[in-house]
Structures are given as structure tokens and as C-alpha cells.
């Protein structure tokens, strides 16, 4: 029942949040059992989904959960008297680490009921990457409107793996562990979590550049994968240029910055 709750104030009937479940039980059902799978197991099947399957899925949904509340913890360092009573700042914080501990818990607790010691290991380094993703995220907040020359496609793709891709290709990878396929299966499991959380991320560093019109304020990152894209494509143009002596002369606006993209972008 608590698990319930918490995950509720947290998706707040927001369904495409549970995409990551809900991919898991899709991959498992059409994999499929193998032949290796014992036919005791095939008997509890339910539509074509083994139960720890559908057990797996769950537990995805609660490690994701779980950073998500995490990631609500407010940084008091940039606190200021305008963003509310300070205690009120720190209760919020104590009751977002004690709910995603609870998560991640229960999460465990799954995860151990599986009896399967690869899928154990599997889970467990997911929630290792996303904790790399979460600090590398932190590490680079103060540098959001800094264009870094150090930023390269590779390097957005390893740490959106980490913060977004890692708990899906493993548990893709996990749902076949389960079901008894060999490692080429598994292996492809694992690529196709990856490549649709990164495409999904992708669309994500998009949105800013193809909602609205050109008068709307929007808020990116200069490290999107639109900014490194663009910057790689066409290191001679002006885009680099424009950016740096925005930030440099007078904090050029989120809202200037993405006016001098889409007019590279129309070119």
C-alpha cells in the first residue's frame, strides 16, 4: 500500500512515466520462452509473460521512481528567502531521501525474491550508473549555460546512458536472464533498451527547438545533443561564436541563444 502511494504522488497519473515497465513486459512477450525454459515455468505463465517477468517490470518501475524522488531534493546552497521558510526546504529534503529509500528498498526486496544472482548484478549496476548520471548531471549544472568545448556527441551519449539508459537495456537484458535466452539475446535485448532510451532522450533535447514560435521563451542546455550536433557539423559557422559572446559580454538569454540556433538550423 505505501509503495502504492509513493509512486502516485510521484507519476501523478502521468502514464508515459511508466514506459520503462511497460517496455520490459512488451520485450519479455514477444521474446517469448525459450527452449531451454523448463515447462513448469511455461505453466504460470500469464499472456505469454513469465511472473518474475512481470515482478521485474515492477521493480524497474520502483528503482525509476525512487530517482525521480530523489532528484527532488533541493540544493539549499542556492536557497534564497523568496523560495520559502528554510525549514520547510529541509523537511521537504528529509522526507524526498526517506521516500526514495523506501523505494529503492522494496526495489531490493524484489530483486532478491527473483533468485537470480546475474539479475541481481544486472539491477544493481543500473543503480550504480544512474547515481554516475545523477552526480555527472550535478557536476556540470553550474556550466548548463556554458557552452563546453570538452562536450562531444560521445561524450552526451555515455552520460545519457547512464542517467536514462542503463536501467532499461539492463532490464531488458534481466527479462531474458529470466525466461532462459543465451547471451545473443540477452545482448540484443540490452542494445534495444539502450538505443530507445537514448532515443528518447533525444527527442527530449529537441523539444525546446520545435515547440513555439521564435517569440516564446524556451530553456535548454548549450550541452544538448542539438548544440553538440550542430557545433560538430559546422564548426566554421557563426553558432559558436554568437553563443560565446553572449555569455561572455552581457549573459545572453536562454531566449536569444535559441533564436541563433534555429536561424543556423534554416540555413
Known sequence: MCVSVHRGFVYDSRNNLQMRGLVVLLKSKAAGPSMAAEACLQQGMVSGIYPRQWNLAEITELIHAAFLVHRGIVNLKEWTNSDGPLKDMQFGNKIAVLSGDFLLANACTGLAQLNNIKVVELLSSAIGNLVQGIYYENSIQGEENNMMDNIKIASWEEQAFLSHGALLAKSCQAAMELAKHDA??????????????????????????????????????????????????AVKDGLTKLIRQGSEEDKLTMQRSAWAVQREKRR
Open 184 to 233: 545473443k539475446a540477452q545482448a540484443l535485448a540490452f542494445q534495444y533498451g539502450k538505443h530507445m532510451s537514448l532515443g528518447h532522450k533525444l527527442n527530449s533535447d529537441l523539444q525546446p527547438f520545435l515547440k513555439g514560435s521564435s517569440s516564446d521563451a524556451v530553456s535548454f542546455s548549450l550541452n544538448s545533443a542539438p548544440v553538440i550536433t550542430k557545433k560538430r557539423l
